[in-house]
C-alpha cells in the first residue's frame, strides 16, 4: 500500500532514478507535497521509501535523461500549483527540490523523449493560455518553440505520449481526451506538427487511455486503444478523398491490424502491457480487467490469433494500469500494477511456489461435516495419512494417502452417540482435538482423541 490521497490523479512512476540501471519507484504525495523514492537493489527488492520535498498535486511524473550526461531528469507536473518542475539526485543521493521550468500558460498534460532518432530526449506539454491550448517543445540548452492548436480546442486531455503512430520513422505526439476524438500531432520534416481529430476505432470513451504493442512481429509498435472488453491495434494512415468529397484534402483514419478480446464480454480493460515470449517475436500481452478483477495473459496461438491463456486474480482493485519492469534482471521480467493507493508486481522469472489439485475427498457419511482434519502415518508405509474430525455425526474417518498420490477411503467409525453424553458441555465441536504420535512406545504411530471431557487413545495394532 501507498500513502492514503484523496486526489483522482496522482504521479506514479517506474523508472531509474538513479543512473545504476536498475528501476526505481517513485510515488507522488499530493498532499503533503513531497516524492517518495522506493530504489531497486541488486537483487530486485526495493528499499524503504525515502520522501524529498516537492511540488504539491503532482499529477503525473515522467523520467528521461534530458541532457544527456547519463543521470536521469524527473519531471513533475503539479496541477494544483499549475507548474512542471524538474529534478534529478545529486552526488548525495538526495531530490532537490524541483527546478521550475518556464512556460507561457498552464500545463495540461505531458510527455518526455527523442522526437527524432538519435537525439536528447525533448519536454512536450499542451498548454492552457486563457483559455487557448498550445503545443510547447523545449529541449535541455532552453531552446523553446510554441504551436497554437486549433481554436476549437477547448477540452483538458488527460494523456499525452510520444508514439510513432502512422510508422514514418517519425516520433508523433498522441491526446487522448474524454468522450472525444483522439488528437495526433503529427510530425512533419522541417514544419510545424500536422493536427489531426482522428475518432477512435469503436467510438469515444469516458475514460480512454493507451498503450503500444508490436503485435504482428513486424518490428514496429502499434498503437492499443480500449473499447470496453477489447483492444485495437491500430496505425494511422491517409485516406485519400472519395469522389463525391467536397474538397481534395486527405484525411487520416486508424487502421485496425489486430484485436484483443478481454476474458469475457463483462470485461472492463484499463491497462495493458507486454513482455517478450521467449524467441517468439510476438510478446505476450498483459490485460488489466477492472469489472473481472483478474489480470489476463493473452498469447496468439498456432494459427495467429490473439487466445486468453490465464486470468491471476488481484489481491486488491485499487489499480489503475500496468508496466513491464526489470526487477533483479537486465531485461524486463515483471508486470508492476499501479494505482492511487496501491502498488503491486507480479514477478514471471525465477522459481515461484504454485498450488495444484492432486486430489479430493468426499466423506460418504450421511449428512457429515468435516470439521478439521489431521495428518500421520497410520500404516507404518511412510506416507502421511489423514483423520478427518467429522462433527456433524461425531466420526473419525480415515483416509489413506497412496503411492499414486491419490486419496483412499480406510476406515471410520461413529466416537460416540448424542444421547451417550447428553447434558455434557455442548459448546464445542466432537470430536475437537486429534493427535497422531507413539503413544505406546512400539515404534508404531497411535491415534489420540479429546472428547468432552476425555481423552480417548487408540493404539496401531
Known amino acids: 500500500p501507498l500513502g492514503k490521497t484523496d486526489k483522482s490523479r496522482r504521479g506514479v512512476a517506474w523508472a531509474d532514478v538513479n543512473g545504476d540501471g536498475r528501476s526505481d519507484l517513485l510515488v507522488a504525495e499530493p498532499e503533503a507535497g513531497k516524492i517518495s523514492v522506493y530504489l531497486q537493489k541488486a537483487d530486485g527488492a526495493l528499499t524503504s521509501p525515502r520522501a524529498f ?23 513533475l507536473l503539479s496541477q494544483d500549483e499549475r507548474q512542471i518542475g524538474v529534478t534529478r539526485f545529486d552526488d548525495k ?18 510527455a518526455v523523449g527523442a522526437l527524432k532518432a538519435g537525439e536528447k530526449p525533448t519536454l512536450a506539454v499542451i498548454v492552457d493560455q486563457d483559455g487557448r491550448r498550445s503545443f510547447v517543445t523545449r529541449t535541455a540548452d532552453g531552446k523553446a518553440k510554441t504551436q497554437k492548436l486549433s481554436e476549437s480546442f477547448k477540452s483538458n486531455p488527460s494523456v499525452l505520449a510520444i508514439h510513432d503512430v502512422n510508422q514514418d520513422g517519425l516520433a508523433d505526439l498522441i491526446a487522448l481526451i474524454p468522450y472525444e476524438k483522439v488528437k495526433v500531432l503529427l ?22 487511455w493507451l498503450a503500444t504493442a508490436d503485435v504482428d512481429g513486424d518490428g514496429k509498435r502499434e498503437l492499443l486503444l480500449s473499447q470496453k472488453n477489447f483492444l485495437r491495434a491500430v496505425v494511422l494512415k491517409q485516406e485519400a478523398p472519395g469522389q463525391n468529397s467536397q474538397t481534395n484534402k486527405t484525411s487520416w483514419v486508424f487502421d485496425v491490424r489486430d484485436q484483443i478480446n478481454g476474458a469475457g464480454s463483462n470485461s472492463r480493460l484499463i491497462g495493458a502491457t507486454t513482455l517478450p515470449n521467449g524467441t517468439n517475436a510476438s510478446p505476450s500481452l498483459f490485460l488489466l480487467d477492472a469489472e473481472r478483477k483478474v489480470l489476463t495473459l493473452c498469447e496468439r496461438d498456432a494459427s495467429g490469433v490473439w487466445q486468453v491463456v490465464r486470468n491471476v486474480d488481484m489481491p486488491v482493485t485499487d489499480f489503475s ?30 522459481e515461484v511456489w504454485e498450488f495444484s489439485e492432486m486430489d479430493g475427498y468426499e466423506t460418504p457419511i450421511k449428512d457429515g461435516f468435516l470439521h478439521d482434519v489431521i495428518s500421520g502415518d497410520l500404516d507404518n508405509d511412510g506416507r502421511k495419512d489423514l483423520v478427518f474430525l467429522e462433527t456433524g455425526k461425531n466420526h473419525l474417518d480415515l483416509v489413506m494417502f ?13 466416537v460416540f452417540e448424542q444421547k451417550t453424553f447428553r447434558g455434557r458441555g455442548g459448546d464445542f465441536a466432537e470430536p475437537r482435538e486429534a493427535l497422531v504420535d507413539d503413544l505406546t512406545g512400539d515404534g508404531k504411530n497411535d491415534l489420540a482423541v479429546i472428547v468432552h471431557d476425555r481423552i480417548l487413545v487408540y493404539p496401531q495394532e
Open 53 to 75: 520535498p516537492s511540488l504539491a498535486g503532482v499529477s503525473d511524473i515522467a523520467v528521461a535523461d534530458w541532457d544527456g550526461d547519463g543521470k536521469p531528469e524527473i519531471f
Open 93 to 110: 543521493e538526495r531530490l532537490p527540490f524541483p527546478t521550475l521550468v518556464p512556460l507561457d500558460g498552464k500545463p495540461l498534460v505531458m
Open 187 to 208: 510530425q512533419v520534416a522541417g514544419k510545424d506538427f500536422d493536427e489531426q481529430d482522428v475518432a477512435p476505432p469503436g467510438g469515444v470513451i469516458e475514460q480512454p
Open 321 to 350: 494500469s500496468l508496466q513491464a519492469v526489470a526487477l533483479g534482471e537486465s531485461k524486463p521480467n515483471t508486470v508492476a500494477l499501479l494505482g492511487a493507493n496501491n502498488a503491486a508486481c507480479l514477478s514471471l522469472s525465477g
Open 402 to 414: 497412496s503411492k499414486e498420490h491419490k486419496l483412499v477411503p480406510a476406515d471410520r467409525w461413529q
